[in-house]
Nanobody, 125 residues
Framework: QVQLVESGGGLVQAGGSLRLSCAAS????????MGWFRQAPGKEREFVGQ????????DYAGSVKGRFTISRDNAKNTVFLQMNSLKPEDTAVYYC??????????????????WGQGTQVTVSS
């Protein structure tokens, strides 16, 4: 089992920045990828980005590319989502997720078995 705890959400004005953290514990040696997703009210959970645990390779959804950056602190088993140039449409609950399976694209919620509790990000206009 892998446990994930997110932190860092809050209220920010449009154009501002926030950094979310996701601390992993438990069987972290089994993690192959960690992803970030978000879910706005009345909408489906959508992919934001992911990082491969061994290579630190990242990829992002088109809507956040160039504004959001995923990084990792290996020693602390923590992944960060740095969000810059925030827009009101970025308002959502943000979730981190982890999985050990390699033969997945990592862009669907079903690609991840472990989830954090979510943290609210609200961007005011």
């Amino acid at each position: 089992q892998v446990q994930l705890v997110e932190s860092g959400g809050g209220l920010v004005q449009a154009g501002g920045s926030l950094r979310l953290s996701c601390a992993a514990s438990g069987r972290t040696f089994s993690i192959y990828r960690m992803g970030w997703f978000r879910q706005a009210p009345g909408k489906e959970r959508e992919f934001v980005g992911q990082i491969l645990w061994s290579s630190n390779s990242t990829d992002y959804a088109g809507s956040v590319k160039g504004r959001f950056t995923i990084s990792r602190d290996n020693a602390k088993n923590t992944v960060f989502l740095q969000m810059n140039s925030l827009k009101p449409e970025d308002t959502a609950v943000y979730y981190c997720a982890a999985d050990s399976r390699t033969l997945r694209a990592g862009v669907m919620p079903s690609d991840y078995r472990y989830w954090g509790q979510g943290t609210q990000v609200t961007v005011s206009s």
